[in-house]
């Protein structure tokens, strides 16, 4: 654990046990705080005044019966909802939930912001989803707003990520305007609270330095600001009577506060006076990374300028985007919103310092940068490719195929993709290094401990020993050989031009890894079977998800499909429910995601008709602002587990929509296998320009005139052949082809298309209504 991990858990210790909650046993670093928060959501929740609570509490609370059994832990495993400030591949982000609470960054609280109405106190935490809340203005500017009328005055709160130099901050700006042509005057405040999207976060000292204009927490700056508040309240986040403290004019301005309890609060209060048709600006900057409180304040000087250069960033950043438009408009914002979060989020993946981020595997980190391919994000993904060429040194001695493969694989899809980055002069070197290293890995004998003493076959119990019982790690082996093959077929793909001994090297070592999944494959065939019920099925039932989805986005085809269907139809029937994919420990989950990836394979299996209900059923959890969580709560719609804002999720978002449309296959390109019939026929087409593929970028519209269907497909640079699927409900001897020659209609095939060698660049399908 890093040095600020370990001082955020001896936080949650001395916290918990000031107030007699229990400390769990050492050696749960990763889970400890988790484990202790819930317990201390439970402590000070349950018995807190309704406005002191972040929103999910407020909302969990409404269908918890607190008198009917004592309640010993508070998780929010209900509304794990929420947004992602960041920038375009930057390094850090904050989180903002719908009610407009933002955070940082974890130990220094949240900053909520209260406005004033009359005698009451507007709360956000408590408005309905009828009143005013934080929502994204648009998918192109990632700028947040929050906006309320109070008599007279338009108040507006916009929150956003800036960064300055090498420094990222989230700004809150705050807007008042008068719309009367008279004077008046407005009142608002803003507050610092030990409460997060997960729960409580101890404060247990909270400063305000009125030189700098800063408060800091738990002796980190937490806000810094321009304007000096009217009034400085520091108080427990528990005082009942905070709502009439801050409302009286005075002008109390308090230094410093400690508090055993962990429940430190900083109240600002802002009281406005406005000019006829006046308005005024306010802003409040929360730095994304860790500085001491004795650091110089930085050069901020915040204004319009700094929102301005954020939202140019995004604007820029969205030209680069594969332009889509779907038959269902939801889902081009939630394209769009995945590219983002795979944007904001795509770093910490593959550099990661946070110890979930840290739990994933190269499998996994390597599958969110293709996605990040794949949505059009190249400028990001280079400089990515740059820097683990950078910071990912090629150890000596046999390499850890686990982290190599897929690194190498990753590395050699932004070459395949777009062969003229500049990344690939700078990374070449490293590339050329890790083939060889891997090459090596790869071929040499495994050296294995044998037990000389216990090898004689003839013993009884060596004759028992005749099948090989079905597990996780049979399954891990079998997944990773797939890597293997994938990396080594793309390293072969790039180094064939440069005619090097490498090449033969790299045909044989890919000789010996199919032969060792061929043995592999027939391993799996004739081991034994864990009984349904067994606790290890939901280990098995992963790791084949995992192989499915392998198979799936390497595109490897040297398999008999009826047994990848087999193994497929097994998890389907366990793990399948309301196409959520269920799962059943520590506790039960559900995950929309996950079964995305479900559909991803049926895609590659030509199922079209199961992979739009896979879809359409993850679209009913989405965020307000087109995000998915890593898993989802079937009654509340909110999420139940892990991050509010999954990037997996974002990941296989696009990974599914692109393969819907287009996808490679070794020397062809596949048009429209997985898109459900009823996007032929809509009225809202079709378009897709832009999407990366290994032929160049191609281009997709399904049009529909008076008499007939249409189907364009563009593409740079042409494949030995195309292969366009048109709905089951059209005869294929009746569609005509223009800018390619049919060289097979596959009428019997499990998703109905034409085979075509392409003439030009352009080719079109057309048949009759």
Known sequence: ??????????????????????????????????????????????????????SWAALALKGIDTEESPITTFPNNSYRNWSLVGGVGARNYGIVDSRGLTSSRADIGSLDVWVQNEEDIIF????????????????????????????????????????????????????????????????????????SPWGVDPIEEIEYNKSKNRIIVNGIPALQFVIPPSAVILTEADNEDIPEIVRTKSTRIDTKLKSKNGLGTAILRFDVKLTPAGSKRFFFVSPLESTKKDTKPSELNPGPHDRDQTIGNWYMF?????????????????????????????????????????????????????????????EIAEKLT??????????????????????????????????????????????????????????????????????????????????????????KEFNQLLWDLAALKEALRFHVATKKPIVGQLSDAITQIKMLIRNKLNEIRGARWPRPQDPVMQEIDRAILDILTSVAQLRITQFDMNFLRALCTKV??????????????????????????????????????????????SLEFLSEDYLLPDYVDIRTYGGSG?????????????????DMIVHEAVSNLIFLPGIPESWYSSKRSLIVNGIPTKFGRAHIELGMSANQHQIETRIEHLPEEIEIHVPDSVPLRMVKSYGGSIVDRAVKARSPHLRLVPLSNEVVLTYHK
């Open 642 to 658: 892990g991050t509010g804002s999954s990037v997996l999720a974002a990941a296989d978002i696009i990974h599914l929509l692109n």
């Open 1 to 54: 654990m890093a040095v600020d991990d370990i001082a955020r858990l001896e936080r949650f210790r001395r916290v918990a046990t000031r107030h007699n909650l229990k400390i769990p046993n050492s050696g749960m670093t990763d889970n400890e705080i988790g484990y202790i928060r819930d317990q201390l959501n439970a402590f000070v929740y349950l018995q807190a005044k309704l406005w002191m609570l972040p």
């Open 572 to 617: 389907e029937d366990r793990r399948i429910v309301r196409n959520l994919w269920k799962t059943s420990e520590p506790g039960e989950l559900f995950s929309s995601h996950l079964s995305l990836r479900m559909a991803h394979f049926y895609i590659f299996d030509r199922q079209r008709n199961k992979i739009e209900p896979f879809l359409q059923r």
């Open 318 to 378: 969205s030209e680069q985007l594969v332009k889509v438009i779907f038959p269902d408009p939801e889902l081009d914002k939630v394209f769009s919103q995945a590219a983002v979060s795979l944007a904001i989020q795509a770093r910490s993946v593959i550099f990661p310092e946070e110890s979930y981020l840290e739990s994933f595997s190269w499998n996994e980190r390597m599958r969110v940068l293709a996605a990040l391919i794949n949505s059009g994000c190249m």
């Open 124 to 195: 956000p935490a408590l408005m309905g989803k009828d009143g005013p809340q934080l929502h994204l203005v648009s998918t192109e500017d990632q700028l947040y707003e929050w906006r309320t009328e109070i008599k007279s005055v338009e108040f507006v709160r916009l929150v956003y990520h800036v960064k300055k130099g090498d420094e990222e901050f989230l700004y809150n700006e705050i807007m008042l305007r008068n719309i009367a042509l008279e004077k008046t005057e407005a009142t608002f405040y803003v507050a610092v609270r030990p409460i």
């Open 386 to 475: 740059i820097e683990i060429a950078q910071q990912y040194a090629i150890p000596d001695g046999r390499l850890d195929c686990s982290i190599f493969s897929p690194l190498l694989w990753g590395l050699l899809q932004l070459y395949s993709h777009s062969p003229k980055s500049e990344s690939i002069i700078e990374t070449r070197d490293y590339i050329n290094l890790l083939t060889d290293r891997l090459v090596e890995t790869l071929v040499s004998p495994k050296v294995e401990e044998t037990d000389s003493e216990g090898s004689d076959d003839s013993t009884d119990d060596a004759q028992l020993q005749h099948y090989v019982i079905m597990d996780e790690t049979l399954l």
